[in-house]
């Protein structure tokens, strides 16, 4: 039996509702004409993290806010969020919509710049979780600075691995596959196969714990 995959997916996003404050991020994001994360990926990178409990992560691409909620939400109540993005307007609205969510203003700590830029001078090893989610033509060069300020058992998800659909496809040699392809290969030797998952969630979403 043939499966309609976008049916599938259109019912998970229904199952993964969001609340008034995320869905309000996702508003804004049409206005600042850039794609949030999508509800069953925004629900996926909440449980990731509630499990891994990170009292500091790091997230590259704050965009509108929604996975920058995700991450609050998720992480203990005195867990430290930098977030990291080239558009201080849309780090502006994030942290209104976080402060309206219930955070305390403390708990996120914006820095407007490029993500290999801004994440090469935070610390190595001091953090226990990163989010990925900007241009993936890019990724080639931001995923090692990502592992590299993981500690041990540091949790890294990426977003857009697949670039919906587009790696997987053999016939596609654009930059932004071949690039996409070569950091998978590169992750797969990373970490064993018990401590990474790909999964083709949205526009595919990559989990892995660092040895």
Do not use: W
Not at 84 to 110: C, F, S, T, Y
């Amino acid at each position: 039996m043939a499966r309609d995959l976008a049916a599938a997916a259109q019912y998970a996003d229904r199952f993964n509702a969001s609340e008034a404050v995320e869905d309000a991020a996702r508003s804004l994001a049409a206005d600042y004409q850039i794609a949030p994360l999508p509800p069953t990926s925004t629900a996926l990178l909440r449980m990731l993290v509630a499990l891994a409990k990170p009292t500091a992560a790091i997230e590259v691409g704050t965009g509108t806010g929604v996975s920058t909620l995700a991450l609050l939400d998720a992480m203990p109540p005195s867990g430290i969020l930098t977030s990291i993005d080239i558009d201080p307007d849309r780090q502006a609205a994030a942290r209104e919509l976080a402060q309206v969510a219930g955070h305390r203003p403390h708990r996120v700590r914006m820095i407007t710049g490029r993500g290999e830029q801004v994440i090469s001078r935070l610390a190595p090893r001091a953090y226990e979780c990163v989010f990925l989610d900007s241009e993936p033509a890019g990724y080639d060069r931001l995923v090692p600075l990502a592992l590299e300020r993981l500690s041990p058992g540091g949790l890294l998800v990426v977003n857009d691995v697949l670039a919906a659909g587009a790696v997987p496809n053999p016939a596609d040699r654009s930059p932004r596959a071949r690039t996409l392809r070569g950091v998978l290969r590169e992750l797969e030797t990373a970490a064993p196969a018990g401590l990474r998952v790909l999964t083709p969630v949205d526009a595919g979403l990559l989990a892995l714990i660092r040895p």
